[in-house]
């Protein structure tokens, strides 16, 4: 039986092909947009880098989710709020780097401090002049939030259906509260208008591909780190638990902790994603908690495949790849066309797009097995 | 014990004499968490042990104890309360009223079921209930006995004494060389055996075996009753059975419970010849 260690995790056979791949696109698409000039028809606009950085961030949340729906069993409909959480941490830090270059031009206030008339920073802002500090919460405020909360459900033994509703009760509640004005995040404007980050312009393409490299390494370096942990005793437990929790309880396994301990590190990986996505999408809002996003998160994770994490990465990448081109053509049929999908992989691909290469695979395997056995006679 | 009022009804009551554990109550004497004490001449004490769903009493006034390395046969009608006699002694149901002692400090009904676990009460379920998306090896991986906490699964590897362990459980039950197939594509027969090393994985003291011979062939039969007579004496074993065959093959001692309790108790022998018993067990499998 297998336990990888660290390194294992990191140079099997599977590992290598998906940081080859990640890396390998990203870096000729660095290339290309920084070292061809814009009027050559192999230029990358920086358009497309930031299209590329985003749907990075997107298969990091979508990574995140399958760790604890694909192995831990517990479908959570609000992994949105996490993601929004880790955003809005960059998002004050971004903030606070505006500076008086704001349209009031208050050193000490953002802008929407300003217009609500406050004459202080509330002091949960303070600190986010610090990269170091609002990195620190990036990971610290949704792994809590994940904590008390998975504490909560998980120690009262809510699964199921009624998990699923109470996580999305959570990111609706967050939404709601963060349109509120009083609550010192921009209310429903959100956090916006940024102007650099750690002293370079969000706006030049140098930027623009440092951050898509910094989103390569956070997608690889989380799938290295899920790749390690599914193939750890640790790992096998929580799937023992996801099968069969009850039989997990009477081997003497605490099941609580193990959920809580995937769930948290989930929402730790959320809220990275969530705080890489700020900087290159250049705002967030309360939007983001919508119930909405998380559903969406739920389907892409549905069409890659469950359980396999490079399927998440691919349901991802492609559906959000599907989003761009269909809402460029017909915008008001996108949210039909996921619904069917949603539906369509339910019914017909309940493993995935992962699934389904892996039997068409093992069709022609078992052809081929056949024919060798044939050719003999 | 609520019914007697008076002092001296409570009095009679504090020192039944069929009872080993009557002034050892909760709330009596301070019961020492922890460790396991086999001192005593049993292991499993259940005493006036009753559980009733919706008004029905699936157990009665239930008493039974079990001696350390004893090999206990439960028999009984559909419906006589052996299933909810071992959800009781895991964890999984909590007695309206009554005693259930592991040794003589751990109190079953005050215990989670991971703690009863840890603690040495090992449970084959009736329905064989294995992890199917595991190997057999790493079923046995995952019950086998040793700390259980998250950061332990992360960073510990199995060490190769472990792996020998299983590697020899495995043979003990006849899976070795399945060692490496999903559980969930084994025979029913090889999903029981599977559970049985997965029992003996956990070290108990005390093994619940719930009908360990459902659906097995004939040879099967014959070495899982080798199986579980070998395991006696190291362990205690308390097996719930129908096939009156198997039982006679393998009992010592035989427990037949009826509507909740204990109808009789002794040798085969002894059982089989009880009128009681010929009336609402015997007779009616026999007719």
Redesign the interface.
Same mark, same amino acid.
């Given at each position: /039986?297998r &336990?990888s !260690?660290f390194k294992t995790a990191l140079t099997d056979h599977a590992a290598k092909l998906f940081l080859g791949v990640l890396f390998g696109a990203v870096i000729i698409v660095a290339l290309l947009n920084l070292l061809v000039p814009a009027d050559s028809a192999l230029h990358v606009s920086s358009y497309t880098v930031t299209l590329l950085g985003k749907y990075l961030c997107y298969a990091l949340l979508a990574l995140a989710l399958d760790l604890v729906w694909g192995y831990c069993g517990i479908l959570s409909l609000g992994h949105g709020a996490f993601f929004a959480l880790g955003g809005y941490a960059m998002g004050m830090y971004l903030m606070r780097q505006i500076g008086d270059r704001g349209v009031y031009g208050n050193p000490e206030l953002p802008d929407f401090m300003v217009f609500l008339n406050w004459d202080q920073l509330p002091w949960y802002w303070h600190g986010f002049d610090h990269f170091g500090f609002a990195l620190l919460m990036v990971g610290l405020v949704p792994g809590v939030l994940a904590f008390v909360f998975g504490w909560l459900a998980f120690r009262s033994r809510v699964t199921g259906v009624y998990l699923s509703i109470i996580t999305q009760a959570l990111t609706y509640a967050l939404m709601l509260a963060f349109f509120r004005n009083e609550l010192g995040f921009g209310g429903n404007n959100g956090l916006t208008d940024f102007k650099d980050i750690l002293g370079f312009s969000l706006q030049a393409d140098g930027t623009r591909v440092a951050l898509l490299l910094a989103s390569a390494l956070a997608l690889g370096g989380a799938f290295v780190l899920c790749r390690w942990?599914t193939g *750890? #005793? =640790?790992g #096998? *437990?929580v /799937?023992?638990v996801r !099968? %069969?929790e009850? #039989? %997990? #309880?009477? =081997?003497? $396994?605490?099941t609580e &902790? $193990?959920k809580l301990?995937v769930f948290t590190l989930s929402a730790v990986l959320a809220g990275i994603a969530g705080a890489l996505y700020v900087p290159q999408v250049g705002i967030i809002n309360p939007g983001e908690f919508s119930p909405l996003n998380s559903i969406e998160l739920v389907v892409w994770v549905a069409v890659g495949g469950r359980a396999t994490l490079y399927g998440a990465v691919i349901g991802a990448i492609l559906v959000n790849y599907g989003k761009t081109v269909f809402t460029g053509v017909m915008p008001e049929a996108w949210l039909f066309a996921l619904g069917g999908l949603f539906v369509a992989v339910t019914v017909f691909l309940p493993q995935g797009l992962v699934g389904l290469a892996k039997n068409l695979a093992r069709k022609k395997k078992t052809e081929k097995d056949e024919e060798a056995h044939h050719e003999p006679a | 014990m609520s019914r007697p009022d008076s002092f001296a009804a409570n009095l009679r009551e504090t020192f039944r004499r069929d009872q080993v554990f009557g002034p050892l109550r909760p709330g009596t004497r301070p019961v020492s968490p922890g460790h396991l004490d086999t001192g005593g001449k049993h292991i499993l004490y259940m005493e006036d042990v009753t559980v009733s769903f919706d008004g029905f009493k699936a157990l009665n006034d239930l008493t039974l104890y079990i001696e350390p390395g004893e090999l206990r046969c439960i028999i009984g009608p559909n419906g006589a309360g052996k299933s909810t006699m071992m959800d009781v002694i895991t964890g999984k149901t909590r007695p309206d009223t009554g005693v259930c002692y592991f040794g003589q400090t751990l109190d079953l009904t005050a215990m989670s079921e991971t703690d009863i676990a840890t603690a040495g009460i090992g449970r084959k379920f009736q329905k064989p209930t294995v992890f199917p998306e595991h190997t057999a090896l790493e079923n046995l991986e995952l019950a086998m006995a040793g700390p259980k906490g998250t950061w332990h699964a992360l960073l510990k590897p199995v060490t190769g004494e472990q792996r020998d362990w299983m590697a020899s459980t495995l043979d003990t039950v006849g899976l070795l060389g399945e060692r490496d197939r999903l559980a969930g594509a084994l025979s029913h027969g090889q999903k029981q055996w599977l559970e049985i090393a997965m029992v003996l994985m956990q070290k108990p003291e005390l093994l619940l075996v719930d009908e360990p011979i459902a659906g097995m062939t004939r040879q099967e039969v014959e070495r899982t009753a080798e199986l579980l007579q070998g395991l006696a004496g190291e362990h205690s074993v308390m097996v719930v059975e129908h096939d009156m065959e198997f039982i006679r093959s393998i009992a010592n001692t035989v427990t037949v419970l009826h509507q909740g309790s204990v109808l009789a108790e002794g040798s085969m022998q002894q059982v089989q010849n009880d009128p009681k018993v010929i009336e609402v067990y015997l007779g009616e499998s026999s007719s």
């Open positions: /039986m &336990h !260690d942990i *750890t #005793r =640790l #096998r *437990t /799937m023992a !099968d %069969a009850s #039989r %997990a #309880r009477f =081997l003497g $396994y605490r &902790h $193990y301990w | -």
